[in-house]
């Protein structure tokens, strides 16, 4: 252990605690304890059952601050694992464990790569901040969505956020998330009357009723995409009726779908569609709609160069910028109008069992990350 990098002896520590969200299990305490050490401001956040975390340097802006979450998801079968997902090692240059990939990695070379940072640069020209939080793979109310409203409650605002999301699809940093698709949920209840299926008369069955609807729902074309984004998708999640005889005609068919939009379209487009599409087919009916977050983009600005220039010098690969993948708490933020991006190790075994990373990976990570620092707040720069 001893010949083992500070990034790594922290990405050990932050994924031996269970933190299955929303629990944090103490992994924003040793964050605090060394962020205080390095001057920081800190805030400990608590909504409901989330932990958060707000930890600032410097009064004057700009405000560069890195973003990420503690929490994991469950890990499933623990005996599937290679290792126990919670006693994290490293085998044959992996490091294993549950948050190695998504996000506990990320958050350790984000430390350290700011000690390191202010260590050469004790007074850049900008602020630094952490927000943390432990409801990213949750329900996702009572984290980043609550810090940026208390946020902007102070007053204060972010200029450039860093998300550490596992942007890397093949190797380390080829590419990062610039933007993501909006997410829309609409759940619908199309309405009929029960009955016995020997007296189809006597009822209305409401799955034969909406075949129509669903057919032509799921054949739209919602809009083309455009350069940055693919056209918006529309999937349905979950159908189900009945009361589980043979002999019954449903009185109700419950539909779940889901849209991942563009920018082509919006939340009010979509909805509004979806509802003449209902009333051209006659359906009565009950229909709720959830929005999980609306699409963004960063486009080109002081973040996306500074982050291309960092892997460049550092790694030497040039960086593709990309939208795809599904939603991130860059969601809540990019509409305070900061520029986010998102950039962080390879997403390949996220939320799987024996998810890892490549621990020489953990360390490149950092020194991008401290060389954005130095590109966007060192004063000698």
């Known amino acids: 252990m001893s010949t083992l990098s ?13 933190s299955v969200t929303p629990e944090d299990a ?10 205080s050490a390095l001057g920081f401001e800190i805030h400990r956040l608590r909504f409901g059952e989330v932990t958060n975390l707000w930890a600032r340097r410097g009064t004057q802006g700009p405000l560069f601050c890195f973003a990420g979450h503690t929490d994991v998801v469950p890990p499933g079968p623990e005996t599937a694992w290679t290792v126990p997902p919670f006693e994290p090692r490293i085998v044959d240059g992996r490091l294993y464990g549950r948050g190695a990939a998504d996000m506990k990695g990320a958050i350790a070379a984000m430390l350290t790569a700011t000690e390191r940072f202010l260590a050469t640069e004790p007074d850049p020209q900008g602020g630094l901040a952490f927000l943390i939080t432990s409801d990213e793979e949750g329900v996702a109310v009572d984290g980043t969505v609550k810090v940026v409203e208390w946020l902007k409650a102070r007053g204060e605002g972010i200029d450039w956020c860093l998300v550490g999301e596992p942007s890397s699809r093949e190797y380390l940093c080829d590419e990062f998330k610039v933007g993501r698709r909006g997410s829309l949920t609409g759940n619908l209840t199309v309405l009929g009357q029960q009955g ?22 799921s054949s739209t074309i919602w809009d083309h995409g455009n350069t940055h984004f693919p056209p918006t998708s529309l999937q349905i999640a979950n159908i189900h009726a009945g009361t589980g005889a043979n002999n019954v005609i449903p009185g109700e068919l419950f539909v779940q779908f889901n849209f991942r939009f563009c920018t082509e379209s919006s939340e009010e487009s979509l909805k509004a569609r979806v509802s003449a599409l209902l009333k051209k087919h006659g359906l009565r009916h009950r229909l709720e709609w959830s929005l999980s977050g609306q699409p963004f983009l960063t486009g080109q600005g002081e973040l996306v160069q500074a982050v291309r220039h960092a892997v460049r010098d550092t790694l ?20 305070t109008g900061a520029q986010v991006v998102e950039l962080g190790p390879l997403n390949a075994t996220i939320h799987k ?6 621990a020489q990976d953990l360390d490149a990570l950092s020194r991008v990350y401290e060389h954005i620092l130095h590109t966007l707040l060192a004063r000698n720069t």
């Open 353 to 358: 069992v024996d998810e890892h990373v490549a």
């Open 316 to 335: 030497g690969l040039e960086a593709q910028p990309s939208t795809s993948g599904g939603t991130s708490d860059g969601r809540f933020i990019a509409p």
């Open 26 to 35: 103490g992994c924003q305490e040793v964050l605090i304890e060394r962020l």
């Open 6 to 18: 500070p990034t790594l002896h922290l990405a050990l520590d932050l994924i031996g605690r269970r």
């Open 196 to 217: 016995h299926v020997a007296y189809p008369h006597l009822a209305d069955n409401p799955v034969h009723r909406a075949a129509p609807f669903l057919a032509e729902l």
